[in-house]
């Protein structure tokens, strides 16, 4: 039976050559085996629009597009730190752009696919400041500002949220229980797949009396990266390493 991968939390970039060189490793000796691929989120640790070209961009955009053209559907979702992803990247890596969250049948089962971070509804610093650089007419400005302007900006919001995440205690960081059930029941799931919060585990629950599950897949480092394999083999979490080829 075919295979499809799970993986989030990448934060790719320039300063992270070894966790690039992981991936692009990835998408040629594992993920090319498998019928498709989602990433759920933050592959990139910033991303100020399409237009923004830099070396590593280049190498991850066409390690992406030769997966895609070798026949393994590609499917992203935007994650907090990479959420102007647009049209263009799309085009030109060959993945689809998935609204969060996303249902899909996964071997019968009706599972939730998201990046996490509308689950963590205790975070309410957080969640006003989303719904601030998630309107419309604030993305359309920011992207008509001059790149070196956006990437200065972008690095401010993240030294001020790094700043405001040092003074949150845990739970406030991790997803809300309540908010986990709703949103499952709000979409008839049994299965919810994400990222974000960095906790990689499988967490059983109860929904209306029947049993289900929540995922939540780990961040990627240079010498690890994680990720959730679902095929003939059953559901497996699986790590890969620059030594390993699955
Ligand atoms: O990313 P992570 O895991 O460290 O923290 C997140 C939440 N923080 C964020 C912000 C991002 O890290 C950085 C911004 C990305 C910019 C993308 C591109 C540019 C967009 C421009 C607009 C279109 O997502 C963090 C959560 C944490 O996850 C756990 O869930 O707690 O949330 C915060 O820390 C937010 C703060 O609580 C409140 C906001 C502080 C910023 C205030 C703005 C100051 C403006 C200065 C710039 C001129
Ligand atoms: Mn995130």
């Known amino acids: ?13 320039g300063e992270r050559p070894g966790t690039v060189q992981l991936f692009r490793r990835f998408l040629s000796k594992r993920a090319n085996q498998a019928e498709r691929l ?11 629009g399409d237009d923004l070209q830099t070396e590593s961009i280049t190498q991850i955009k066409t390690a992406l597009h030769q997966l895609s053209r070798g026949g393994t559907e590609l499917a992203l979702m935007h994650g907090n730190r990479d959420f102007l992803i647009g049209e263009r990247f799309c085009t030109e890596t060959g993945s689809l752009l998935l609204e969060d969250p996303t249902l899909i049948d996964l071997q019968g089962i009706p599972t939730l696919l998201m990046h996490g971070d509308l689950l963590c509804t205790d975070d309410l610093a957080y969640q006003a400041f ?9 993305i359309q400005h920011f ?6 302007e956006r990437i200065a900006t972008a690095k401010a919001y993240r030294a001020k949220s790094g700043e405001a995440n040092s003074m949150k205690a845990d739970e406030i960081m991790d997803v809300n229980q309540q908010a986990v059930e709703a949103v499952m029941r709000q979409h008839g799931a049994l299965c919810l797949i994400h990222g974000h919060t960095h906790r990689p585990d499988l967490h059983p629950l109860k929904l209306n009396g029947q049993a289900a599950q929540r995922y939540v897949l780990a961040e990627w480092h240079a010498d690890r990266g994680g ?18 080829d699955a």
């Open 130 to 138: 989303r719904r601030q650089v998630r309107d419309p007419d604030f």
């Open 143 to 148: 992207l008509s500002l001059p790149i070196a």
């Open 38 to 48: 989602y990433i759920l989120g933050d592959l990139f640790d910033l991303w100020v």
């Open 1 to 13: 039976m075919s295979e499809t991968l799970f993986i989030s939390d990448l934060h790719l970039s």
């Open 227 to 244: 990720y959730l394999s679902v095929g003939s083999a059953g559901w497996r979490i699986g790590t890969f390493t620059p030594n390993l």
